[in-house]
């Protein structure tokens, strides 16, 4: 499954563009089933068998409401909220939609989207937001600055339960969920203190997405948990222009497809964004700065939905914090900067939720980390300082449990993943099938959060 993902970067057949573009998804199906009856070039079957696979994530109520449906939505949960007000957001692209039998959808969390991402909305919503934590945030600031960096030990808890309507009782049932790579830059002394059911296997700590692994009997109210704890260190960096090495290394420069793809597009726009620039570090902070300022944050529709996540992002101009750190990688790699990815969980006290991030590569200081979403919203919020730090820097609310993109896990998933891109939640299988998102429930604890003494 993992080299067919690089085939959505193939065109698909006219007729069945035409079809999906309309939203008749079984028209879709009966036309991909009908050129998969012929012969065809490999590479087209390849790509026809992805686009069935991926169809069940469409197919799925992901874009639940008619126009209809989501006026109504506004209007109980907004503030005077007037009709022009929808038919703006949509010709704007602020709200996410599809055809579906040539009928307008909206994506189900283009609701929650609006308010989180702009502040009139929120302002004006029925049901107050949960406060942010740019006050935390800065005080990390504060701290990594005034102590050249910090250290933290971090106990956490991961679970996954197969949501009831998909419980096959008495089956054979594998699972995997997310721990820390013992090989991040950041991470120390890792110790997994205990799994439920009690025989999970740990991926080597090398894994590139990294798990724990169970392979049982499924059962009714059935969870699958880990607890783990490790040290979080990072150094604070200011990386100066003029301290950047003469010679720079080559390595993670390359394409990796579907998603960090070298299109025209993006080469033009790369150009519009450095110019003439040739300093590594300059040429990083101009698209950090890009992005972050003319990318507006938005959550996504599942990732397999999307043929070429960096240039979705580059055209559309919005994505997620992960669409985000995959425009920044791509562009950096293009630029000649090493680059990478990371993901895992953001966990401050009160709030730990999935969350992406990149990596970018400068001598003579090596692998520093980039967060564009983070920077963004600093910068929508005027905090320029903390909009400045995340080029280089982290927080140490992080759990870093992957490095690359559409990667194996060890062992291996024998069936489509929920997310064939990354992985942060957790996976399922029976033996004839993959579970998807709405088919299994996950969830993350901080259990504690201790500071300790920073050592340089």
Known sequence: MYHALSTLSFPLPEDV???????????????????????????????????????????????????????????????????????????????????????????????????????????????????????????????????????????????????????????????????????????????????????????????????????????KDQEFSVEYEYTNRLSYVDPDPAQASPEQPSFHTEEQLPHIRFTPYLRALLKEIIGEETNPVTKAWKIYSYITTKIMYSFMRPYSTVENI??????????????????????????????????????EPGDTGMHDWAQFYIAPWGWMYADPSFGGSAYRAGDLERWKYYFGNLDIYRMPANSELQTAFIPPKQHLRADPVDNQCGEAEYPDKGLMTWEIDCDHELISLEEIPFEE
């Open 17 to 219: 563009c035409r079809a999906k573009l309309h939203g008749d998804f079984h028209a879709v199906r009966q036309l991909i089933h009908s050129w998969l009856s012929r012969e065809i070039p490999e590479a087209l079957r390849n790509r026809l068998e992805v686009e069935l696979d991926l169809l069940l994530v469409l197919e799925k109520d992901e874009f639940p409401y008619t126009y209809a449906d989501a006026l109504q939505l506004m209007k109980k949960s907004i503030r005077d909220f007037q009709e022009e007000e929808l038919r703006e957001l949509w010709k704007s692209g602020a709200v996410d939609w599809i055809y579906i039998n040539g009928e307008i959808h909206f994506y189900r969390r283009f609701l929650s989207n609006l308010i989180k991402t702009r502040p009139a909305y929120a302002e004006r919503s029925i049901t107050p937001p949960p406060p942010g934590s740019a006050a935390l945030l800065n005080e990390n600031i504060r701290i990594m600055k005034e102590k050249g960096g910090r250290s933290a030990r971090l106990r956490l808890k991961a679970s996954l339960k197969v949501a009831p309507e998909a419980l096959q009782e008495g089956r054979k049932i594998r699972v995997h969920l997310p721990v820390p790579q013992e090989t991040a830059e950041q991470v120390s002394d890792l110790r997994i203190l205990k799994s439920s059911p009690e025989n999970g296997i740990p991926a080597p700590g090398s894994a590139k997405q990294r798990t724990i692994f169970w392979e049982v009997l499924s059962q």
């Open 310 to 347: 960096s240039e979705y992002a580059a055209v559309n101009l919005k994505g997620d914090c992960g669409v985000q750190a995959i425009l920044f990688i791509t562009l950096c790699r293009m630029a000649g900067i090493p680059a990478k990815w990371q993901s895992g969980l953001y966990a």
